[in-house]
């Protein structure tokens, strides 16, 4: 899991700074591998590759709002859902964070890294996919 801080100037013109969390779990990222043509690991290659600006953009956005979420009180739950993404993206903090990732090639793959569970994070560095994704 990712705690992101996050300080933003909200719609109010108050400067904040909370922390979000971000996380795939296992069964989350093989949904979205074999949901992939060809997988994710090639997916983000072939955008690497191509420097498809666009393509990168749009899976950048996906990951951000698949991996957001809200740690219950009692830190048992995850919870996610499409109201809970939503949320989170009508906020400035969205708004910077995904800012960050598309101009900052060593952000967007700490951020990448940093969703996937620990004992996948090592396979992720090997694949060293993300690492040469454009910046806009």
Same mark, same amino acid.
């Given at each position: 899991m990712l705690c992101k801080e996050i300080t933003y100037t909200g719609y109010d013109d108050i400067q904040r700074t909370e922390k979000f969390y971000f996380n795939l779990t296992k069964s989350e990222i093989l949904e979205m591998n074999l949901t992939t043509p060809g997988g994710m690991g090639a997916m983000l290659t072939t955008i690497a590759e191509k420097k498809d600006v666009p393509d990168m953009i749009n899976n950048f956005k996906k990951i951000i709002l698949k991996s957001y979420g809200v *740690?219950?009180?009692?830190?048992?739950?995850?919870? *996610?859902?499409?109201?809970?993404s939503k949320e989170f993206e009508e906020t400035p903090a969205y708004d910077q964070l995904f800012m960050e990732l598309v101009t900052n090639a060593d952000a967007a793959n700490a951020f990448i890294q940093g969703v996937m569970p620990a004992d996948m994070q090592e396979e992720i560095k090997k694949a060293n996919a993300v690492q040469a994704l454009p910046t806009v």
């Open positions: *740690k219950s009180p009692d830190g048992r739950r995850f919870m *996610k859902s499409a109201e809970i």
